[in-house]
């Protein structure tokens, strides 16, 4: 697998919304929105968690997760795959606190963030040959 590129990042960036998707221990499948998806570093993605259980809850069954960013007005896309980690305390997670209450819209802060190993990326473009 490559590294997630600057277009990547720009890309993850630039989308207000990301979809996750998590399954539980027998493979029932759940997907969410996603606000706060950020790049960490070229193997990276973290994402605060707000409101999700059935997302906690399978990622504390089936570490197993797929990250989707798109820009359907010009039919290009990403999905991340890999697994995560939750994390509910320590210097990313008050960082990451942070942040969200320097948004205009007011939020309550993170239950925890999902910090996500990326393993695999995959091109979703129209015609595109899959893995990066």
């Given at each position: 697998?490559g590294?997630?590129?600057?277009?990547?990042?720009?890309?993850v960036?630039?989308?207000?919304?990301?979809?996750?998707?998590?399954?539980?221990?027998?493979?029932?499948?759940?997907?969410s929105?996603?606000?706060?998806?950020?790049?960490?570093?070229?193997?990276?993605?973290?994402?605060?968690?707000?409101?999700?259980?059935?997302?906690?809850?399978?990622?504390?069954?089936?570490?197993?997760?797929?990250?989707?960013?798109?820009?359907?007005k010009?039919?290009?896309?990403?999905?991340?795959?890999?697994?995560?980690?939750?994390?509910?305390?320590?210097?990313?997670?008050?960082?990451?606190?942070?942040?969200?209450?320097k948004?205009?819209m007011?939020?309550?802060?993170?239950?925890?963030?999902?910090?996500?190993?990326?393993?695999?990326?995959?091109?979703?473009?129209?015609?595109?040959?899959?893995?990066?």
């Amino acid at each position: 697998m490559g590294p997630i590129t600057d277009e990547m990042r720009r890309m993850v960036e630039e989308q207000r919304v990301s979809y996750v998707a998590t399954a539980n221990k027998d493979g029932r499948p759940n997907v969410s929105p996603k606000g706060s998806i950020k790049v960490l570093d070229e193997r990276t993605l973290v994402f605060a968690d707000l409101f999700s259980e059935k997302t906690r809850r399978n990622l504390l069954e089936n570490p197993q997760v797929a990250v989707t960013v798109a820009d359907a007005k010009k039919f290009q896309g990403y999905q991340f795959k890999g697994r995560a980690e939750l994390i509910e305390k320590g210097p990313l997670f008050d960082a990451m606190v942070q942040e969200l209450r320097k948004l205009p819209m007011k939020l309550p802060d993170p239950k925890y963030l999902v910090k996500i190993d990326v393993e695999e990326i995959y091109d979703l473009r129209p015609g595109a040959q899959g893995k990066c």
